[in-house]
């Protein structure tokens, strides 16, 4: 298995990896055929923390506008439970955008595409190859990884949890890799005695 702390986007690699996805779209020969569709799935990817079978197998029945929820239903997931998502905006815009594309949409019309998920994996991974090389151990798990990473920077561990829709804290543990130099800056950022009391009040004043 990969060490999760090599399976996700580092800081200096999101740069790359965003304008590599427009590259690769834009520019690369595809005979003919609309890419959109793989960039739209990979930013999604980054945006919500899914698994990759849970983003190919949605339809538009799932996808709750005005209460602002994804329904994840039981046949797309690992866990085989119906579960939620709530999406970030820019995940939310992405979906926006998508269903104005298109003209009679379906309730049971997939969102993204009707490619398997084992093709999509196989399709994201050729992006990865063009962008970073083709050793890169990057995948399509690496945008969940990435999430997950990420959200623990800024978050308590429960919310991870709940928006990783995990049932274990043990199980998030394994998404987030944290690195040395964030370890000595939180451990820098201590705060004792009359700093300590002084740093509560400017965040009860905030």
């Known amino acids: 298995a990969i060490d999760p702390k090599k399976d996700y986007f580092k800081d200096d690699e999101h740069d790359t990896l965003l304008k590599g996805i427009d590259k690769y779209v834009n520019e690369e020969n595809h005979g003919g055929h609309d890419m959109n569709y793989i960039r739209d799935i990979m930013h999604f990817l980054l945006y919500t923390g899914l698994r990759p079978a849970s983003v190919v197998g949605l339809e538009w029945r799932d996808i709750d506008f005005s209460a602002n929820v994804i329904t994840l239903r039981a046949a797309n997931i690992k866990t085989k439970r119906t579960d939620v998502c709530v999406p970030s905006n820019a995940a939310r815009e992405i979906l926006q955008k998508r269903y104005k594309e298109h003209t009679n949409v379906q309730p049971t019309d997939r969102v993204f595409t009707n490619y398997s998920s084992d093709m999509i994996c196989r399709k994201i991974k050729k992006v990865l190859k063009y962008i970073f090389g083709d050793y890169t151990e990057h995948s399509a798990y690496s945008f969940r990884h ?61």
């Open 146 to 206: 990435t999430f997950a990473t990420f959200l623990a920077q800024e978050n308590s561990l429960p919310i991870v949890m709940r928006a990783m829709n995990h049932r274990r804290i043990e199980t998030t543990m394994k998404y987030i890799a944290v690195e040395g130099e964030q370890v000595r800056a939180a451990v820098n950022n201590l705060a004792f005695g009359e700093d300590r009391a002084v740093r509560r009040e400017r965040v009860k004043d905030n």
